[in-house]
């Protein structure tokens, strides 16, 4: 149940990102788009993304850890490339996905932890 709340949280965080993006596109403002994209960039970021971050800890270290946000780049960049009717027009768009992704996020984690805390004082 907790999975399927997170990727509803991460559905919304992709579809409000890319409204406010021009760079960013999915066809028709589907859902289930999406909902596809959100799974696949769970999928990444699960699987993927540990496996880049080890093999430029030299680059991570040098960068003071700034190298991180290029890998989250090229993660949304990859999930464009997998899942039709998601569009990014170049790094910097996918930059700056990732940014108001996270931002996003954990706006709408905060709310849900809020509804909880009051369901559980009443």
Do not use: C, H, Y
């Amino acid at each position: 149940m907790r999975f399927l709340i997170q990727l509803i949280i991460s559905t919304l965080a992709v579809l409000i990102a890319s409204f406010l993006l021009p760079g960013v596109a999915i066809q028709d403002n589907n859902v289930l788009t999406a909902l596809v994209v959100a799974a696949v960039l769970a999928f990444l970021n699960a699987v993927v993304k540990p496996i880049m971050i080890i093999l430029t800890i030299p680059v991570t270290i040098f960068t003071f850890g700034l190298f991180l946000l290029v890998i989250n780049a090229l993660m949304i960049i990859l999930t464009s490339k997998l899942v039709d009717g998601f569009k990014v027009d170049g790094f910097w768009w996918a930059l700056l996905f990732s940014f108001i992704l996270s931002i996003t996020t954990s706006i709408l984690e905060n709310i849900k932890r809020k509804d909880e805390n009051e369901e559980g004082n009443s």
